[in-house]
């Protein structure tokens, strides 16, 4: 399954097709997710547990939702949002300056594989929806525990496929289904096909949740959301140097 998800990667999930949807990404969020996108955020920001005054790295920002979200939850924290797509950071920038939070966000294009960043930099490092697009989820997730303090938290919110329960036929619908055909509606863009494709190819909890075991993280809860079609993943980093 690993392997399969990791073609659909390279092959659909490019900072050039994420350009290419990027006026349109939050309004196909808030339509194919009813708009329980942002409660699921609501929560990734809980589970974060943060200190006064924070310093906090967002990985594919994208147009910087979750970026917003945590700095105005934390006043005092600042965020650093970084993402392959410069068409979903200049949406993103647009947003930050309108919430007049240009001082207290930074959007910088890289590659949540290698990152910029010093050891032990961060307080909290979260990636929301965007795992299942980096080619090397492995090398990620050791990044984020590289760059996280001791004590810190990496929180990971993505999509997921229900294999079972009352509402799993029904959400199994939705995204194979809902999800593909109208996101191609409202974007204008055959590439949100993608979505429907990398989610179905995304491992289970429990398999995502091992890998990160593997990746130098401590894995504290793993929490389905909303039936299972979103699971939250709370880690630690593991001190092996």
């Not at 409660?39 to 147009?63: E, F, H, I, Q, S």
């Not at 996280?148 to 194979?176: C, D, N, Q």
Request: aromatic residues 6%; charged residues 25%.
């Amino acid at each position: 399954m690993t392997t399969n998800s990791q073609a659909i990667t390279v092959r659909g999930g490019s900072g050039a097709m994420f350009d290419r949807i990027a006026r349109r990404y939050d309004l196909l969020n808030r339509v194919v997710s009813f708009g329980i996108d942002q409660r699921w955020r609501k929560k990734a920001v809980r589970a974060l547990a943060l200190p006064r005054g924070a310093r906090v790295l967002d990985l594919a920002t994208g147009t910087a939702d979750l970026a917003l979200r945590i700095a105005r939850t934390h006043p005092d924290a600042h965020v650093v949002g970084v993402d392959p797509s410069r068409g979903m950071l200049d949406v993103g920038q647009a947003k930050i300056a309108a919430a007049n939070l240009s001082g207290r966000i930074e959007l910088v294009e890289g590659d949540a594989e290698k990152l910029p960043f010093e050891d032990d930099c961060f307080d909290g490092v979260t990636i929301a929806f965007g795992i299942r697009n980096v080619p090397d989820r492995g090398a990620a997730l050791r990044e984020m525990a590289r760059v996280t303090k001791p004590g810190g938290r990496v929180v990971v919110l993505e999509l997921s496929e229900p294999k079972s329960g009352i509402f799993g036929p029904l959400a199994r619908f939705h995204i194979h289904t809902v999800v593909p055909r109208v996101g191609a509606l409202l974007s204008g863009a055959r590439e949100y096909l993608y979505l429907q494709e990398s989610i179905a190819a995304f491992p289970p909890p429990a398999e995502f949740a091992e890998l990160a075991e593997a990746s130098e993280l401590d894995v504290l809860t793993v929490r389905p959301l909303t039936f299972g079609v979103s699971c939250l993943y709370v880690a630690e980093p593991r001190r092996v140097r």
